[in-house]
């Protein structure tokens, strides 16, 4: 089970900062937004490269940008980052995508908006290290959890079950201690939380006891 902060929400003149504050997470997620995949910008490679030098874990990359078939090696390239996830509706050739970051020495994450459905990319997953999940509309932290995405959650866990490859499930939006033990016991085993753990006093007690509940719920 790991907790992977997203630092949407934080005040952005102390991005460095604010991943200090959270050094048992697991990973720290990071949102490119470009203003067109969805409506809100955030930050791009520069601003992810100097974030590389603040902390050593690992860093994953949610690209919420158009044409992910020619920016994602990039990131994967100059980033820095371990894991990075494109789009699935933002990409014309995933499984070209998938392979060509794998060459590029970085974790390829293949990411879903709510409305898109896992079963057409069923044969294709096997060329991918981990799926995202998202549980609300792409765009914004602090949104309310999407109960309807919980049964694509248990059927992503199926396909992967059937293809014999270790590949982690991760739920990104609205993930917090009301909502992370749904999502585990449908099979998600990578959890982002933005809000629930940066709204919190403590934000490294909120990653633990996010990892505590998504534990107790897989019952592992
Ligand atoms: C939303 C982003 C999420 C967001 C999660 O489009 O992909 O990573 O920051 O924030 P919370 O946990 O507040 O929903
Ligand atoms: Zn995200």
Not at 7 to 26: C, M, Q, T, W, Y
Not at 39 to 62: A, C, E, I, W
Not at 102 to 122: N, S
Request: hydrophobic share 45%.
């Amino acid at each position: 089970m790991k907790i992977t902060p997203s630092i949407l929400n934080v005040d952005f003149a102390e991005l460095g900062a604010e991943i200090r504050r959270v050094p048992s997470a697991d990973g720290i997620h990071l949102d490119i937004m470009d203003n067109h995949f969805v409506p809100n910008l955030t930050f791009g490679l520069p601003v992810v490269q100097s974030l590389r030098k603040v902390s050593t874990q690992p860093y994953d990359l949610h690209l919420m940008i158009e044409d992910a078939d020619r920016w994602a090696p990039v990131y994967a390239a100059e980033s820095g980052a371990e894991t990075i996830t494109f789009h699935v509706e933002a990409s014309k050739a995933p499984i070209r995508l998938a392979r060509e970051l794998r060459k590029l020495k970085v974790r390829a994450a293949m990411g879903l908006k709510p409305a898109t459905p896992i079963e057409p990319y069923a044969d294709m997953i096997v060329e991918l290290d981990q799926i995202l999940i998202m549980s609300v509309e792409p765009g914004f932290g602090a949104q309310k959890f999407l109960d309807v995405v919980l049964p694509k959650i248990r059927r992503t866990r199926e396909i992967i079950r059937n293809s014999g490859a270790q590949i982690a499930i991760q739920v990104d939006g609205g993930v917090s201690v009301e909502t992370i033990g749904r999502c585990a016991a449908a099979g998600a085993d990578v959890f982002v939380a933005g809000s629930a753990v940066y709204a919190a006093t403590d934000p490294d007690a909120a990653v633990a006891e996010l990892r505590k509940l998504a534990s107790i719920a897989c019952g592992c």
